[in-house]
């Protein structure tokens, strides 16, 4: 697939420059690339984040205490000063239309910003929450927005909308280059969606839409714009949607045109290879078995996404289709994102593949130069059938004999390109099977791998007990350190994750290498203590964690470098000091590093009393429950799509109307509809605007050709 999208542009086109919009040019061109904007498209499609309703304006003498009031008036003073007893620095303006005067107060601002806001006699409209100060009336915090001295107060009445902005971008700013674009361009927005389609559904023409959004009529419920629950909102947010899983769809429908491997599953090889398992595979494992079996035997490349929680056997499900691809006289890579998951896969499948005689070997950046020339040479003749490493195996010097199934680890941690790139080191496309940890919420799933088919392993292996997790503040370190003396007594192993490596002059946070010093202290000579953290070299981890693994380590003392593909049955507490500063999904995944064998494991969150909103809000989910899918929901909701899968490392569509979360029901009615347009029109040769609007706004990012 050709990766280079070209959109052809004028002056006049959407696809032109920004700097083409009446009153932008170079300079605040610069300024709008900071969000993004780039083009005249980009800029008419930079909505409002939120309203303020500016409809009722109250006389500045007279405003009344309460949210959401209005006035207008002349900035009669502006300026800072320190506040009381307190030496606290405010920003405070008065307002006044004739009626007596009004004060507006900033806590936390920039001072030239609010000074260029709010000159010596110009006019200003304030719209915020007042409140009381003893006799008077004050604004605290008021959106600020300058108005012609020509317009009256009834006239400057509107709904305002606020648009997310970045420094030099002022909202007045974004109110007059948005009037001018539309002015110049608006004509030019047209829908692409089949009319059918959009006449199902209830979507305005796109122009109307986006003109409603900027524009609201005085008679709109600001609730529902706020809410983003209008027709007009409703068509960008399909609109959006529909192009996206239209791309999916083409990407999807393209690989099904190409040639794979036609491999038939061996019922002798499963069973050799079940009877070299050291346990028995769930009924989750072997259902997802089943439905790879079916992909790889149509003889076009399959291309399947298998997600389960930490510890259900998704290395052993890999394992078992990577020897089906063996047998049929295939090579396999396996691609980890990091030395310490990729060298975990390595020794988890070393008894496995040598009972069945299947050669494989380790390549990583710290592969010695002469044992990666025999690797090499091995591959390109076919005397080694299985390749396990880093992003080491994308070299370009890697070349395979027959590739016939790629498999790629916590999948969120690579590029799109990255995994392309290792797939065309094969002569027939080769089978895709994608692993991730991380579960994946619905509408995540339907947008970051929409055109990946989804398993799902939904159980743990029998004998599995749920981690005990619980919420300790420092006020509890003498009951933490009786629990962990506990378990080492009985014979277990502990982690202790901490989040910096060292001492940090900026941030007061306990680090690893001193801490372990106090541990050491606390549990030394009977308990050995050892540190573990990405600084390491590779040979000093690796001998660490094996230490740790054969049970010479007993309290390993690390960062979150242990985060994924580090398997100790043994360990059963897990530490994480400053809880409150990892995310929720981070904090699921360490938890995983502990409840692997048959005893019962604690994980023990160690964080202040009073902490953030967010922060109290993670940690109580954490203590709630152990259900990956909940977690990773609640996840989406708090910190959104691109920080849980890495947007720039992942690849994942950035959508710019669009919210995973609260317009779910949308993206399935819009992916059922791009799907089943696909399906009626494979080549869209009916449909070439649609085309021409996927190529434009989708075309790189989700690796489109001609």
């Not at 740790?548 to 100790?568: N, Q, Y």
């Amino acid at each position: 697939m050709s990766v280079a999208v070209r959109t052809e542009f004028s002056a006049d086109s959407l696809a032109g420059p920004v700097q083409y919009v009446p009153g932008v040019g170079p300079r605040l061109a610069a300024r709008l690339a900071n969000l993004g904007i780039e083009t005249v498209h980009d800029l008419l499609m930079h909505l409002p984040a939120r309203y303020v309703d500016c409809r009722i304006v109250d006389a500045t003498g007279r405003v009344a205490v309460g949210p959401h009031r209005t006035v207008v008036g002349v900035v009669r003073a502006s300026g800072s000063a320190w506040m009381g007893r307190s030496r606290r620095k405010i920003f405070e303006a008065l307002i006044d239309d004739g009626s007596g005067v009004v004060s507006a107060k900033w806590f936390h601002f920039r001072e030239s910003y609010l000074a260029a806001q709010l000159p010596i006699g110009a006019r200003v409209r304030l719209t915020g929450d007042v409140t009381a100060f003893g006799n008077t009336a004050q604004f605290i915090h008021p959106d600020v927005e300058a108005i012609d001295a020509d317009d009256t107060a009834t006239h400057a009445a509107r709904i305002l909308p606020i648009y997310p902005a970045t420094e030099g971008v002022t909202q007045r700013m974004f109110g007059k280059i948005i009037a001018a674009a539309w002015e110049k361009y608006g004509a030019r927005l047209q829908s692409c969606l089949p009319s059918a389609l959009a006449s199902a559904h209830g979507l305005w023409p796109l122009a109307d839409a986006v003109h409603a959004v900027h524009c609201p009529e005085l008679t709109a419920n600001v609730a529902a714009l706020n809410a983003r629950d209008t027709p007009a909102h409703r068509t960008l947010i399909f609109d959006e949607i529909f192009l996206l899983e239209v791309g999916l769809a083409l990407r999807r429908a393209a690989t099904q045109q190409e040639r794979g491997a036609a491999v038939c599953w061996d019922a002798q090889a499963a069973r050799d290879f079940a009877h070299a398992l050291p346990f028995t595979l769930t009924a989750a494992q072997e259902r997802v078995l089943h439905e790879i079996a079916i992909d790889v035997q149509r003889g076009v490349p399959m291309r399947r996404l298998v997600q389960g929680d930490v510890g259900s056997g998704k290395t052993a499900v890999a394992a078992a289709t990577a020897v089906q691809l063996i047998r049929a006289g295939y090579q396999v890579a396996i691609m980890a994102p990091t030395e310490i998951l990729a060298l975990q896969h390595f020794r988890t499948m070393l008894p496995w593949l040598s009972a069945l005689n299947i050669s494989h070997e380790l390549l990583t950046g710290t592969t010695r130069a002469s044992a990666r020339r025999e690797i090499l040479a091995a591959l390109q003749d076919h005397r080694v059938h299985c390749a396990i490493g880093t992003h080491a195996l994308l070299e370009g010097d890697v070349q395979f004999a027959k590739l016939g199934l790629v498999i790629i680890d916590e999948q969120h941690r690579f590029g799109v390109a990255q995994r392309l790139q290792l797939q065309t080191k094969a002569t027939l496309a080769p089978h895709l099977l994608v692993l991730t940890a991380t579960p994946i919420p619905r509408t995540l799933a339907m947008t970051a791998y929409g055109d990946l088919d989804i398993s799902c392993i939904d159980e743990l292996p029998a004998g599995r007990l749920p981690v005990l997790t619980k919420w300790y503040t420092d006020a509890m370190r003498e009951k933490l350190l009786v629990g962990m003396r506990r378990e080492l007594e009985r014979g277990r192993q502990v982690y202790v994750v901490y989040p910096l490596v060292e001492e940090s002059e900026k941030v007061d946070l306990k680090n690893a290498t001193a801490m372990a010093q106090e541990l050491a202290v606390q549990f030394e000579p009977n308990f050995r203590v050892a540190v573990l953290h990405g600084r390491m070299k590779g040979d000093e981890k690796e001998a660490t964690m094996q230490a740790f693994k054969r049970g010479e380590i007993h309290i390993l003392a690390t960062t979150s470098v242990v985060e994924v593909g580090v398997d100790v049955q043994n360990a059963t507490v897990m530490v994480i000091e400053h809880a409150d500063r990892f995310g929720l999904s981070q904090l699921h995944q360490l938890r995983g590093r502990v409840g692997r064998g048959a005893h019962q494991s604690y994980c023990i969150l160690v964080a202040a009393r009073h902490v953030s909103d967010d922060a109290r809000q993670r940690l109580s989910i954490m203590v709630e429950t152990t259900d990956g899918f909940r977690i990773a929901e609640e996840d989406l909701k708090i910190r959104g799509p691109g920080e849980i899968l890495g947007t720039r490392q992942s690849g994942l569509p950035e959508l710019r109307i669009a919210r995973l979360v609260e317009d779910s029901a949308m993206i399935a009615q819009a992916r059922q509809a791009a799907f089943a347009l696909i399906e009626g029109d494979p080549q869209l040769a009916s449909h070439p605007t649609v085309y021409t609007a996927v190529r434009a706004r989708w075309g790189a990012t989700l690796q489109l050709g001609d």
